[in-house]
């Protein structure tokens, strides 16, 4: 790991440039929910969202669904490319949870599966972020649907991977590549989606959410690589 200050520094990660395009990525292991007013460092999250992260973005390039991910250095760092992140973030939602619960109440029931996936966009701001209408997008220049197109193939694809467990819902950032339209400019992880069993047993950050201990959490996440990866 360099020994500089990074060039850029956020909650869940730490960045520094290097050249021809790339970055390397430090992963914090930190896990925060605005909704319930916690935030904390957890020591081994970061080297099992990095393993999932790894994973996942190797079956995703197959599917021609491709992250900034470049290749493993370490436990917890990683080189990318770097994509200059936009302002907004992409959620498919598979299910009415969260957010949909919170906003739209009387809508839909909780856990209520959806017949077609739910696209999104939040614009990033803190403390928490807020949806933006597509049109505001289409104003500053994205093709609304083409980062629709991104966030569903990469739903279709996950689910697969992620089948006997269900993916209720999980949020992307998506960046201009030159090589391949877009890409995957965030960490896919069990910190950025819901994720379940057939009885309700959460395999993502829902258990952080709910009060689970360290050990509970490294527990189940490193039972989750395991089911993913097969090995």
């Known amino acids: ?9 956020g909650r869940s990660k730490r960045l520094w440039h290097l050249e021809s395009g790339s970055c390397l990525i430090e992963m914090i292991p930190s896990l925060r929910s605005f909704t319930f007013d916690r935030d ?16 996942v973005s190797a079956r995703l390039a197959e599917r021609g669904v491709h992250t900034v991910f470049r290749e493993r250095v370490g436990p917890v760092s990683y080189v990318a490319d770097y994509r200059p992140a936009p302002p907004f973030e992409v959620i498919v939602k598979n299910r009415a949870i969260g957010s949909t619960l919170r906003k739209y ?27 933006i209408g597509e049109d505001y997008l289409r104003l500053i220049g994205v093709d609304v649907e083409h980062y629709r197109q991104v966030a569903l193939d990469c739903n279709t694809v996950l689910r697969e991977l ?8 999980f949020c992307l950032v998506i960046a201009p590549d030159e090589k391949h339209g877009l890409v995957v400019n965030s960490e896919i992880s069990p910190d950025c989606m819901r994720l379940k069993s057939a009885d309700g047993l959460p395999y993502d950050k829902d258990m952080f959410r709910d009060g689970a ?11 989750l690589i395991t089911m993913v990866s097969g090995g």
């Open 40 to 55: 904390e460092l957890m020591d081994g999250t970061a080297e099992l969202r990095l393993d999932f992260f790894e994973y």
């Open 213 to 223: 201990t360290r050990e509970q959490i490294l527990a189940r996440w490193t039972e």
């Open 162 to 169: 992620l089948d006997p467990l269900d993916l209720w819902d």
């Open 105 to 131: 109440p009387g809508l839909f029931t909780e856990g209520q599966v959806f017949d077609r996936p739910v696209v999104k966009f939040d614009y990033r701001v803190d403390p928490e972020d807020q949806p």
């Open 1 to 9: 790991m360099t020994s500089r200050t990074p060039d850029i520094e």
